[in-house]
C-alpha cells in the first residue's frame, strides 16, 4: 500500500512524497521503488522526491489512511534535514496542527541555536514555536 502526500520546498512550494507498506515478506529498497514510480509516472512533476518505507500506515477512526499524519512526518523530515544540513543536527522538529493557528513546528535544541533555527524554519509553510528543553 502506498499514500503520497505534499512535501514543503522552499523553491516549489510542494513536491510529492510517498509512504510505502510492503507485503508481509517482501523485500524492497527505496531506491527500486523510486526507479519503479519514475518508469511508470507518465508527469514528472508528479514522481516523489522521496519513498519511505514504513510497517504501517497512520489510520483514522474509520481506517482510513490519514493524510495529515503524514504530511506531518513529511514536514518533520524536511526541516529535520535543513537542520542538520546547517550543522544543527542536536536541534529537533515536531510538527503538529493546532486548530487555532494551523500547522505548527516546535523546535528544540541548545539555545545558541535558537535565532538560527528559527529563521530556517520559517521558510517553510509551518508556523515555528520554540520549545524550551
Do not use: N
Not at 116 to 125: F, H, K
Amino acid at each position: 500500500m502506498v499514500a503520497a502526500v505534499g512535501q514543503p520546498d522552499t523553491h516549489a512550494g510542494e513536491l510529492p512524497v510517498a509512504f510505502a507498506v510492503l507485503r508481509p515478506g517482501a523485500k524492497a529498497c527505496t531506491e527500486a521503488l523510486m526507479e519503479y514510480a519514475r518508469e511508470r509516472i507518465p508527469e514528472r512533476a508528479a514522481v516523489p522526491v522521496r519513498i519511505e518505507i514504513m510497517p504501517a500506515l497512520p489510520l483514522t477512526a474509520v481506517g482510513k489512511v490519514s493524510k495529515p499524519d503524514l504530511r506531518l512526518r513529511a514536514i518533520e523530515h524536511v526541516i529535520q534535514a535543513a537542520l542538520a544540513e546547517h550543522g544543527m543536527s542536536d536541534t529537533h522538529v515536531k510538527a503538529r496542527l493546532c486548530p487555532e493557528r494551523g500547522t505548527v513546528a516546535d523546535i528544540s535544541g541548545p539555545v545558541v541555536s535558537r535565532q538560527v533555527a528559527m529563521a530556517l524554519v520559517a521558510r517553510y509553510p509551518v508556523i515555528p514555536a520554540w520549545q524550551e528543553q
